[in-house]
């Protein structure tokens, strides 16, 4: 059996950036690291995107940033624009992110990567673990959907602004908008998203929904599609067991913010807490997201699951010239302030219903 000081299960973006921040703080000098990742190439699989709230180790990985996001209720011409300067809304490519952390790991001969586990003693090391476990999936709300990044012959974008959620599509009794990422006049990534339980296959022709969005929204364009990406994130945490000797990471560890499916940077907060507690981390009290923000995403996830025909409003609510104090709260970088501003635009009546379910 092969020994090593840590070894982390599964080389995603939980594994590789908290792979990055021990090496890049020289704290693999001396230590030996596994980590097992069965996938035989890395290639870019996922578009990851966030509020800036905070420094991490990828802008030059970054796709693109923007500075304002807007929102359009369902039948609604105008838009509501929100602006984000102080925290601009940034996207990386994980085929730039996944080539610059291999890259750097190879060159530390105290890293060896494997596809399995066998053959490894996890007895004897500090194990992170990022695969995540679940348990009856299908009751549980997923955000699942499928995104294609196309580029058009005419110019069909705002680059500006980003479409964070475009309500004006069918719902089907369920939460369903358009997200788009526009890098340029003529390309971008046009996401249909559904948060909804994840075994009504009736949601699921994706194919059929962005054609369709794009021919209606930008006047039936000639385009291309460069690039498909799908996908479904919890939003309930897995039933991964913390052990003496390990510690979940990423999804696995509860790093997703369940009222909207964000996760990259709590994965960078967390690989930071990491490394800089990693020769006591036995001692220290475990890495969660706060536990205001837990119960808050609980009660908002009732009221969707029994009020979806709400959301949208609710949502452009939550924005509506409160941009900032939104972001921070969704974010998790809010104080009592930001708190009571979003909560004092919910309706108070379906909120204080949802308490009692
Ligand atoms: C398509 C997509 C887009 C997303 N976009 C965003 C976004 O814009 N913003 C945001 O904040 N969050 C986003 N998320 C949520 C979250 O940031 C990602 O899911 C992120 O990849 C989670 O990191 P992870 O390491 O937990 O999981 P992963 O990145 O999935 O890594 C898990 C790794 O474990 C490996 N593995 C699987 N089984 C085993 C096994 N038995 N043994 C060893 N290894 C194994 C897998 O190959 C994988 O590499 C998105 C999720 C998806 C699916």
């Not at 948060?195 to 929904?209: G, R, T």
């Not at 039936?220 to 067991?241: H, Q, R, V």
Request: some cysteine; proline content about 3%; hydrophobic content about 35%.
């Amino acid at each position: 059996m092969r020994e090593f000081d840590y070894i982390i299960i599964g080389g995603g973006c939980a594994g590789l950036s908290l792979a990055y921040e021990l090496n890049l703080h020289n704290k693999l000098d001396d230590k030996k690291l596994a980590i097992i990742e069965p996938r035989i190439e890395y290639v870019r699989d996922k578009t990851w995107s966030f509020w800036k709230v905070c420094s991490h180790n990828f802008e030059d990985c970054l796709k693109k940033s923007w500075n304002q996001f807007n929102l359009r209720l369902e039948g609604a011409v105008p838009t509501q624009v929100n602006q984000c300067q102080k925290y601009p809304y940034q996207t990386i490519d994980s085929g730039l992110f996944y080539k610059k952390i291999t890259d750097n790991l190879k060159k530390n001969k105290n890293i060896y990567f494997f596809n399995k586990i066998d053959g490894l003693n996890i007895k004897n090391s500090l194990v992170f673990n990022s695969v995540p476990e679940f348990q009856n999936q299908d009751t549980h709300l997923w955000q699942h959907f499928c995104g294609y990044e196309i580029t058009t012959k005419k110019d069909c974008f705002n680059d500006k602004t980003i479409a964070l959620m475009d309500f004006n599509c069918e719902q089907k009794n369920n939460l369903h908008f358009f997200y788009i990422l526009p890098f340029s006049k003529r390309k971008a990534l046009i996401e249909t998203t559904w948060i909804s339980k994840n075994n009504d296959s009736s949601l699921k022709d994706y194919d059929l929904q962005i054609k369709s969005y794009i021919k209606d929204n930008f006047f039936n364009p000639e385009y291309e599609i460069i690039y498909k990406e799908e996908g479904a994130i919890p939003l309930f945490y897995p039933s991964n067991s913390n052990e003496n000797n390990k510690i979940n990471i990423g999804t696995a560890g509860g790093m997703t913010r369940l009222s909207t499916g964000y996760t990259f940077l709590n994965i960078q907060d967390h690989s930071k807490y990491i490394r800089m507690n990693i020769d006591k981390i036995k001692n220290v009290k475990r890495f969660e997201l706060s536990s205001k923000y837990k119960i808050l995403d609980k009660i908002f996830l009732n009221v969707l699951r029994k009020n979806p025909e709400k959301m949208p409003d609710i949502f452009y609510k939550i924005f509506n010239r409160n941009e900032l104090k939104a972001i921070k709260f969704l974010s998790n970088k809010s104080n009592l302030i930001d708190d009571l501003s979003i909560i004092l635009k919910m309706p108070k009546w379906i909120f204080i219903k949802s308490l009692f379910n």
